[in-house]
């Protein structure tokens, strides 16, 4: 079976340009979770969609971020305009339940450099 | 405030001995724990769970351990293996409150051939 699928791996751009994230979940998981991994704040949620509706964005960090899931198999984290303290690791998750209640499982990761 | 605490930023342990990596956290209402493993440019990957209902849980050479009343859980790695070298996450949450896990920092652990 294939696993959560994230592109790109890597992603290096400059200041005050768009950049979008893609994640396709394990087929038939029905909640799908943006993390962003940094060594100051360790693994932090940004947004978890629950059947495609955003259930919870409190972690979003501000209105430069937007995320999307237009079905079940596809979602975009946007960054418009990036900053360089954006530079992280984000890491798509699905689970075939509500957060909290199912282990969830991690694609690869994009690791994301802005100059 | 962190609810999810791993106190030991890393451990270096000689193969074939006991790995014990330590998780505290400070919500009585957690109900549910998981542990993570992560490999470098991977992303973490579900080792091992345990409800609250339970004090310990098995699986190959990975247990976890429980103690409520401490509000502690561990993972033991037996025996620890060079491939078992990566960071541990512990995660938590209290299941019938819609929230999300919440993650620990991590501790870094090394196996020594």
């Known amino acids: 079976d294939a696993g959560v699928i994230q592109s790109p791996r890597h992603e290096v751009t400059e200041m005050g340009q768009e950049v979008t994230l893609r994640c396709k979940p394990i087929?038939?998981?029905?909640?799908l979770f943006w993390y962003r991994q940094t060594m100051m704040r360790g693994l932090e949620l940004l947004i978890y969609?629950?059947?495609?509706?955003?259930?919870?964005d409190s972690g979003m960090p501000e209105d430069r971020f937007s995320a999307k899931m237009p079905n079940a198999s596809f979602s975009t984290l946007k960054i418009q305009p990036s900053e360089p303290r954006d530079s992280a690791v984000y890491f798509c998750?699905?689970?075939?339940?509500?957060?909290?209640?199912?282990?969830?499982?991690f694609g690869p990761g994009t690791r994301l450099t802005v100059t | 405030d962190q609810q999810v605490k791993q106190n030991s930023p890393s451990l270096s342990v000689q193969e074939g001995r006991i790995s014990i990596l330590n998780c505290d956290y400070t919500?009585?209402?957690?109900?549910?724990f998981l542990w993570y493993k992560k490999y470098p440019a991977e992303g973490p990957t579900f080792l091992i769970s345990i409800s609250s209902i339970k004090d310990k849980n098995e699986d190959g050479r990975f247990t976890v351990f429980l103690n409520k009343s401490a509000k502690h859980l561990s993972l033991h790695i037996v025996p620890s293996q060079p491939g078992d070298s990566a960071v541990y996450f512990c995660a938590a949450s209290a299941r019938g409150y819609g929230q999300n896990f919440v993650f620990g920092p991590g501790t870094r652990l090394s196996v020594l051939p």
């Open positions: 998750a699905s689970s075939p339940g509500l957060a909290g209640v199912y282990e969830q499982y």
């Open positions: 969609f629950n059947n495609n509706v955003p259930i919870d």
């Open positions: 919500n009585s209402m957690f109900d549910y």
């Open positions: 087929s038939g998981h029905n909640s």
